[in-house]
Structure formats: C-alpha cells, structure tokens
C-alpha cells in the first residue's frame, strides 16, 4: 500500500505517526510524574510538619526534663506514703496514733481483704516483675466528738499512709454528746521494693485484758 504513495506522502505519514507516539508518551509519562509528583509534595509537608514539631520540642527540652523530673519526685513522695504490706499490729499503732493525736476512741478494727488497685507497666507494655499497689480494706468502729472525728478524717486525708475512706457512719448519743459509728477504710501498700520500708511498731501501752484501744484515754482502767 505504501508503494502507491508519493514520498510526501509517506513522509506525513511517517511525521504524524512520531507525533502521536509523543503526544501519547507525553500524556502518559506526565500524568504518572505528575501523579508521584503529588505524592511527593504530601510526603514532604508530612516530613516538614514532623521536622517543625520536632524543632519545637526540641527547642523546650529543658523544661520537659525539668517536668519529668518534678513528676518523678511527686511520684516518688507518693510511693512514700505506701508501705510495702500492712499488718494488724500496724494498723492497731496507726489507729492508737490518730486516737492520740485526734482524741477520738476506737473499740474494735479489723484487717479485711486486699486487692490490687494499680499495676505498673514495663516499656513494651508488659507486667511482668512490675510493682502492684494494692488496697487493704480496713473496718473500725470510732466515737468522738465532731471535732474529734473532723480531725481523724482530716489525718486519714493528710497523713503520711495513703488511706481512702470508702464508707463512713455516724449517729449522735443524746447521753454523752459524742459522735459513734463505723468507718470502712482502704489502706494501699505498693509490692516491688518501691514502697516504705515496713518498720515493726512500738507499743507502750499496758498489758491487761480489757480493750487496748482505751489504753490510750484511760490507761488507769487497763492495771491489772
């Protein structure tokens, strides 16, 4: 067929084949350039946004390791006020101790169960050989003077032992004037060596057989 054409022809022919190949490598070639291209740019403003904050954080790295180490310290200061177990005889000093300090009677307490409230992680998420704070439930029946009591409560909240109180009651005694009832506590210890060391407690209250807690108001009534 070719043979039938002048050479001008061909030679049209051939020019108009060369710029269809163009036009469509062009059309091609650029939308998919185009297209990596757009890639790119949103690449580059992600990279740019991350390069910014980074530069900004940088920028305010003293006081972030200022933070941390204010946070570390709070955190510490709370560990401190954790034993590492609770025991009856400590819970009996630390009731004789608020009794004193507070002038409030305590009759009766008792050591309930404990559960874990908390549980440190490790970097990678996990548990394991992690301290676990744990709260003891703790029950005791009190009276007192509003005051009194005001203050105990005052203690729990303020003292140097990490204490909730859960669950508190009290009804008035129209024939001494005084407050009575039961207070449910919870008294959280942490595991792990991070807590205060347990310290065994002194007692110096006198030996007898009637209620040790009274020892404290009225010492006379415990001489046997």
């Known amino acids: ?47 740019q946004s991350r390069k910014d904050e980074l530069e900004q954080k940088r920028a305010h790295i003293a006081e972030y390791e200022a933070q941390a180490e204010e946070d570390a310290l709070q955190g510490r200061k709370i560990l401190d006020t954790m034993p590492e177990k609770i025991t009856m005889e400590r819970s009996i ?43 003891t439930n703790v029950t005791c029946n009190y009276s007192g003077s509003y005051n009194a009591i005001k203050e105990a409560v005052k203690e729990l909240n303020t003292g140097d032992t990490r204490v909730r109180i859960d669950d508190i009651s009290a009804s008035y005694d129209t024939s001494t004037g005084s407050l009575s009832g039961t207070a449910t506590l919870s008294v959280f210890t942490v595991s792990g060596g991070v807590g205060r060391a347990y310290e065994v407690p002194d007692f110096d209250v006198n030996v007898g057989k009637d209620n040790i807690f009274g020892s404290v108001t009225d010492n006379a009534q415990l001489t046997q």
Do not use: H, W
Not at 26 to 47: P, R, Y
Not at 108 to 125: E, H, K, L, P, R
């Open 1 to 47: 067929m070719l043979k039938n054409l002048k050479p001008s022809e061909v030679q049209l022919i051939a020019v108009i084949i060369g710029l269809a190949l163009i036009y469509c490598s062009f059309t091609f070639g650029f939308k998919k350039i185009s297209a990596k291209t757009d890639v790119l740019k949103q690449e580059n403003a992600t990279l």
């Open 93 to 135: 000093r630390y009731t004789l101790d608020i009794m004193e300090k507070c002038s409030i009677n305590v009759s009766s307490i008792s050591i309930g169960g404990t559960n874990a409230a908390y549980t440190f992680t490790n970097v990678d998420g996990s548990t394991e050989n992690t301290p676990v704070v744990s709260a």
